[in-house]
C-alpha cells in the first residue's frame, strides 16, 4: 500500500509520475528478474530490493535506456515510454555509484557544469548548499581532495539543485555517515513535498523514515 507524505502535492487528478506493467530487463534475451508493476505517483517514494545481482541498479539505468528492457506498458506523465524515451530521459535525474564528478573541477565548477549539461539553471547559492550539505569551505576545493563522503556529498548537490521530477538513485547512502545520510532524507523529503517522486535501490533497512513503496526484484525460476 502506498503512503503519501503529508504536506505533499495532490495527484489525484494527475496521470502517475512514473507507471510499468510486466517490467523487467533482458539479458542475452533472458529476463533478468520475475516482471513488476510500478505506480509511482507524484510525492512518493519507491524502494527497489532484492540480493546482490538481482537486477536493481539494471533496472534504474534500463529505464533511461542503458539496457534492454521488457514491459506491457511503460509510461512517464502519461506518455509512452516505449514508444519515445526522450520526455523521461529530460525529467530525470540519476545519481549512480560513478559520481560524474570532474575530479580537477571544484565543487562549485562540478555543480555548475553537471547542471549546465543537463539544460538546468545553474544559478545557485552555491554557499549556502554546500553548507546545508555540510560542505561548507569546501566550495573552491578540487573534488580529487575530498575524502569519499565529502565527494558524495558534493554530487548529492545536484539533487539539491535540480527541479527535475524523477530521482533515480542507485544506493544513495553508499559511503555517507549519520549526518550525510539525514542530508538525503531532508533532499527527498523537499523533492517529494514540490511534487517529485523517486526510485532508489537499497540492500537492507533504509536509514530514514520517510514513508515508501518496496518493490522487491526476484529471479525468475
Not at 534475451?29 to 510525492?43: H, K
Not at 561548507?136 to 580529487?144: H, L, M, V
Not at 565527494?151 to 555517515?177: C, G, I
Request: hydrophobic content about 45%.
Amino acid at each position: 500500500m502506498t503512503t503519501r507524505l503529508p504536506n505533499a502535492s495532490p495527484v489525484s487528478s494527475a496521470p502517475p509520475l512514473l507507471s510499468a506493467t510486466a517490467l523487467t530487463c533482458l539479458r542475452e534475451d533472458e529476463a533478468l528478474f520475475v516482471p513488476i508493476d510500478i505506480a509511482l505517483a507524484q510525492g512518493h517514494l519507491l524502494v527497489l530490493e532484492g540480493r546482490n545481482g538481482a537486477g536493481k541498479t539494471t533496472l534504474l539505468r534500463a529505464l533511461l535506456g542503458l539496457h534492454a528492457i521488457k514491459a506491457d506498458s511503460l509510461h512517464f506523465r502519461g506518455a509512452d515510454v516505449l514508444r519515445e524515451r526522450h520526455a523521461l530521459c529530460a525529467g530525470t535525474l540519476w545519481l549512480g555509484h560513478l559520481l560524474a564528478l570532474k575530479g580537477d573541477l571544484t565543487v562549485r565548477e562540478n555543480l555548475h557544469y553537471n547542471l549546465a549539461i543537463g539544460d538546468e539553471d545553474d544559478a545557485v547559492d552555491v554557499e549556502s548548499l554546500c553548507t546545508d550539505l555540510g560542505l561548507a569551505g569546501y566550495e573552491d576545493t578540487p573534488t580529487r581532495a575530498l575524502s569519499a563522503g565529502q565527494r558524495k556529498r558534493a554530487a548529492l548537490a545536484r539533487l539539491a539543485a535540480s527541479r527535475r521530477s524523477l530521482w533515480l538513485l542507485d544506493e544513495p547512502f553508499a559511503n555517507l555517515d549519520g549526518p550525510g545520510m539525514a542530508v538525503v532524507e531532508r533532499l527527498l523529503e523537499a523533492h517529494l513535498a514540490r511534487g517529485g517522486g523517486a526510485m532508489l535501490t537499497s540492500h537492507g533497512v533504509l536509514p530514514i523514515t520517510l514513508p515508501a513503496t518496496t518493490v522487491r526484484l526476484e529471479h525468475p525460476r
